[in-house]
């Protein structure tokens, strides 16, 4: 098909570049027509009224038809009440001469009913929905849907998609013929769209009337539980301030993933509205950005660049950053690529942001797929199957091939497609190479193993033999959030979430190294505090990554992955010494010495006077508690410890890097900087933080505008832009 | 209200021109477009799906339109035309192709050819023009714009994943 189309397809494309020529050589752009429109639609007459009319003479039209209807059904139903008495009677009387008939009589007029006249021919279960792994491979045969939900599903890719609300209704094959023959203006699809187009909305549900969009765009942020509807967070609770003389360590994961981002994107530019405050997690939000962080010159997976300066939120306050930049591999020396699909095809994926979309990024990505790479497919529904066995990434034509012949339906039995797709990915496992299972999913499991607990344990056991796992989730309405982030930490992968096309490219295309090679697992952070520098700290998002502080020299404890060319920066809002520290009161301990450290309690006390802390502190494995006298220690604010383990290694190595804080001001920080903290604050104005301090969205349009620096694929313009949402909702 | 129009009318007005309006007419329809799309109400979805229906507003319009003044359509086949725009150009209004353009133009192509485009692009130049300018033939100068325009949108296509 692609092969007929392919001169018409070259001549457009050579169009589109004559049009983007005529733009970056010519000079040619595109007006900013905003103000001559908006004036038009406050000054033009609504030429809808006569629609409105024409749509309430239908709607008078129907509504007599209605009641006609129901007079009818009122009559009918009366005539047959007035009559039953008598049919009953009647047929007491026959049943009374009857009863004498021999059985056999009886038997042999059932025999001549016809046996389906009273049964509907049951459809097949889901389990007949995929064939055996066996067969399908022999076969190659599609997946074929079960007769039951044939109807719920377009029957081929290549089949017109049902209409569904937000999306524009597909051009009709005969659009051009009809232009010629036909007489009357027409529509791209007559039935959706009318003259211009104006109708399409009401009634395939993009406006905000009630009708059968309903059910697709209900308003349900948050869920209740697996295979129930709505989306589902794992509360967050924002971290504390914590005073330095109690908690002089500061341990957590780091943690790359970027979902809440684009679920936090979803909710804002798409449906208008706030995002529930745990579906944001602010780490996510500050590591969605790529920063201009140098990568590593030596043999070190990670570059680390810390930085300090006034927090632009409270001016007496200051603000750490702590940027990790992974090492980048360039494309042409990306390691084999082992990967498994593992495609959530069930008819909760029957959805054009879920499945259709999930194709597409697959596409993408197989495209990008070198000889000596190799992609299999496996699909869950009912049952699991595999679609396409382990095949060299050079036939990427049998790829997308099998991508396309993917059609949704059944329910969702996703315990048993991970254990194919691990069990696929080592039968082709690569020693040297990268091996990977990606989950392509809304999370909505509703059969067989459906707790994140088991799901969870299945995935880290089968993490430790070298097979990692990614998750790629997809749409709205059951979004499983929080079960997929937690599969992906323990399965030493990334989550991200998928709400378009330009995303699926930023994660399988831009950002295709950092996706699927990891170049250190296991990587934590602790920061030890110097009391005479710092008295109190509170570390920005990360919530739901925080180690206690032994966990950090525990090589046993999981931590979080970093990708080739990942960005990670972490955030900490410092409360200098001398200066109060907003912990929790707690009463004063009765049992200690007075005087003596009460690590792990929190202090009541606030903030120490630096003058009275003890010549040293006791500061967990510091190799050198700061001694009088050795003034640059002892001018240090704190040091960053990092551990991180190579990807084959199960022994972890530590970095350290101590900071010193030279008073630096908010703006002789580089753009950077800034725009991190921009985000940071937005996301604390979502979460309604009560550590927002005096953070407000004019002050974070003020900094992400002047911070948004190089910009080439619009990614912080659209922070802008969400911003801008943010605050037009929250007035 | 604003912010469908800022956001999308630079790539409604392109995907127009890219049908084969000229600049005026881009203008009209355009404006048209948001007008039949927000006199009702629009309630915005993704950005994609939003890009997607306007296009097909626009489409419409530009249908109508060409329809009235009883003209054949269009010279290009409209299907196709938003199958190569979906595919190629993207949900971003067009903005993805031409950051991708203007890095190819500068590794993608030899400093010869990309002297020939500018000329025919930024000067307006006719091909004897710029044959006389780069010492080539004419039939030269077709060739070199052709190679150059084809590894730029190889480049180009690669870089933006298609």
Not at chain 1, 5 to 31: C, I, K, S, V, Y
Not at chain 1, 433 to 447: A, K, P, Q
Not at chain 1, 467 to 481: P, Q
Not at chain 2, 40 to 56: C, I, N, P, V, W
Request: with cysteine; glycine share 8%; net charge negative.
């Amino acid at each position: 098909m692609s092969e007929s189309n392919q001169p018409p397809r070259d001549e457009l494309a050579d169009r589109l570049m004559d049009q983007a020529l005529r733009e970056t050589l010519g000079g040619e752009t595109p007006p900013d027509l905003s103000d001559r429109i908006l004036a038009a639609v406050e000054e033009k007459p609504r030429p809808s009224n006569q629609r409105k009319e024409r749509a309430m003479n239908r709607s008078r039209f129907w509504m007599k038809a209605g009641f006609g209807a129901v007079a009818a059904c009122l009559m009918v139903g009366f005539t047959i009440a007035m009559l039953m008495p008598a049919v009953e009677s009647t047929r007491d009387s026959a049943r009374r001469d009857n009863m004498g008939q021999a059985a056999g009589e009886i038997g042999a007029a059932e025999s001549q009913v016809p046996r389906s006249a009273g049964r509907n021919p049951r459809p097949d279960t889901d389990e007949s929905r995929y064939p055996t792994s066996h067969e399908l491979v022999e076969t190659e045969t599609e997946v074929t849907p079960a007769p039951g939900d044939a109807p719920a599903r377009p029957p081929s890719s290549d089949a017109k998609p049902p209409v569904r609300p937000g999306v524009p209704p597909p051009l009709d094959p005969q659009m051009k013929v009809e232009l010629h023959d036909i007489g009357t203006p027409i529509a791209p699809r007559g039935d959706m769209l009318d003259e211009a187009g104006e109708g399409w909305m009401e009634e395939s549900g993009v406006a905000s009337a009630p009708g059968k969009g309903e059910a697709m765009w209900h308003d349900d942020a948050e869920g209740v539980g697996p295979g129930r509807g709505g989306d589902q967070y794992n509360h967050l609770v924002d971290n504390p301030f914590k005073a330095v003389v109690d908690h002089p360590l500061s341990t957590f994961s780091i943690d790359v993933d970027t979902a809440s981002y684009a679920n936090v994107r979803r909710f804002l530019l798409s449906e208008n509205r706030l995002p529930p405050t745990d579906a944001v997690r602010v780490e996510e939000l500050i590591n969605y950005f790529d920063y201009d962080y140098a990568p590593p010159t030596d043999e070190t997976p990670f570059a680390s660049h810390i930085e300090v300066a006034e927090c632009p939120w409270r001016a007496k306050h200051r603000l750490v950053r702590i940027g990790l930049k992974g090492r980048v591999i360039p494309d042409d020396e990306r390691p084999a690529s082992n990967l498994v699909f593992l495609l959530d095809v069930s008819g909760s994926m029957d959805s054009p942001d879920k499945l259709p979309l999930l194709k597409e990024g697959m596409k993408m990505l197989a495209r990008r797929m070198r000889e000596q790479d190799r992609v299999a497919i496996v699909v869950y529904a009912g049952s699991e199957g595999l679609v396409l066995p382990s095949t060299p990434g050079s036939e990427r034509e049998q790829i997308i091939e099998a991508l396309d012949r993917l059609q949704a339906g059944g329910s969702t039995n996703g315990g048993a497609g991970i254990e194919l797709a691990y069990r696929i990915a080592q039968e082709s496992f690569l020693e040297e190479g990268v091996n990977r299972v990606l989950l392509c999913t809304d999370g909505d499991f509703n059969v067989g193993t459906t707790s994140t607990g088991d799901l969870v344990r299945n995935v880290e056991q089968k993490a430790t033999a070298g097979v990692f796992l990614s998750v790629l989730g997809f749409g709205r309405g059951n979004l499983n959030d929080s079960m997929m982030e937690e599969i992906s930490n323990k399965g030493n992968g990334n989550y991200a979430y998928i709400d378009s096309k330009r995303e699926a490219r930023k994660v399988l295309i831009d950002q295709l190294g950092g996706t699927l090679v990891t170049i250190a697992k296991d990587v934590k952070v602790q920061v030890e505090f110097n009391p005479r520098q710092v008295a109190g700290y509170r570390l920005i998002g990360y919530a739901n990554r925080l180690l206690a502080p032994e966990d950090f020299n525990d090589d046993t404890k999981d931590a979080g992955e970093i990708g080739a060319g990942h960005t990670v920066t972490a955030l900490y809002e410092i409360v200098p010494a001398g200066e109060e520290v907003a912990t929790p009161d707690v009463d004063p301990l009765k049992y200690q010495p007075s005087g003596g450290s009460t690590a792990g309690l929190p202090s009541s006390a606030g903030s120490p006077d630096p003058s009275d802390l003890p010549e040293e502190e006791e500061t967990g494995d510091s190799p050198s508690p700061p001694q009088a006298g050795e003034g640059s220690v002892m001018d240090e604010l704190l040091t960053v410890k990092l551990r991180y383990k190579q990807p084959d290694e199960d022994t972890s190595s530590k970095l350290e890097f101590p900071l010193v804080d030279a008073g630096q001001r908010f703006g002789q920080t580089d753009d950077d900087f800034q725009f991190a903290a921009a985000v940071a604050a937005f996301g604390m104005l979502l979460r309604d933080s009560k550590y927002k301090g005096d953070a407000t969205y004019d002050a974070v349009l003020e900094i992400a505008e002047s911070a948004a620096g190089n910009d080439p694929h619009g990614y912080r313009a659209e922070l802008i832009e969400m911003v801008r949402r943010a605050k037009a909702l929250t007035q | 209200m604003a912010d469908l129009v800022r956001t999308h009318q630079a790539g409604v007005w392109r995907y127009l021109r890219f049908l084969g309006c000229d600049a005026g007419e881009a203008d009209d329809f355009t404006q048209e477009t948001f007008l039949v799309v927000l006199r009702d109400g629009f309630e915005q979805r993704s950005k994609a799906q939003t890009a997607a229906y306007l296009r097909t507003v626009a489409r419409n319009r530009l249908l109508m339109s060409r329809r009235r003044r009883k003209c054949r359509p269009a010279e290009v086949d409209l299907e196709a035309a938003e199958a190569v725009w979906a595919e190629v150009a993207g949900d971003d209004g067009l903005d993805g192709y031409l950051a991708a353009l203007a890095e190819c133009l500068q590794s993608a192509i030899a400093p010869r050819a990309r002297q020939a485009l500018e000329l025919q692009y930024r000067e307006r130049a006719s091909r004897a023009a710029i044959a006389a300018e780069l010492d080539l033939a004419v039939e030269g100068v077709k060739t070199l714009l052709r190679r150059a325009r084809d590894a730029l949108r190889q480049c180009v296509e690669r870089k933006i994943g298609r």
